[in-house]
């Protein structure tokens, strides 16, 4: 019994840590642009877009598609980017060991 003590033990531990690192992840920010800077997303560790800014030059090309792609690369990019910290802060918990559902 004194195992399934110190499991339930270290499993509340790793809950208050994992949630330590989702609200750090919440602080961290970083931007990412796209065409060179006509695009640029700003976002936070947990994937939530904080900001979009478009160079106004974007608007006299009159360009709606390469506008959506620019905003698609931009987004995407700094997703990847949020997903790449998230997994490097949660490596750091778990010890490298992959958990199935955490990212």
Known sequence: ???????????QEMQA?????????AQEEFEVSSGGGMVTVRMNGQQEVIAITIDPEVFKEEDKEMLEDLIVAAVSEARRKALDLMKER???LT????????F
Do not use: F, H
Request: charged content about 25%; aromatic content about 0%; overall charge positive.
């Open 90 to 92: 949660m490596s750091a």
């Open 17 to 25: 840590k994992m949630a330590k690192i989702q609200e750090e992840l």
């Open 1 to 11: 019994m004194r195992n399934l003590g110190k499991l339930m033990k270290q499993a």
């Open 95 to 102: 010890g490298g060991i992959p958990i199935p559902g955490l």
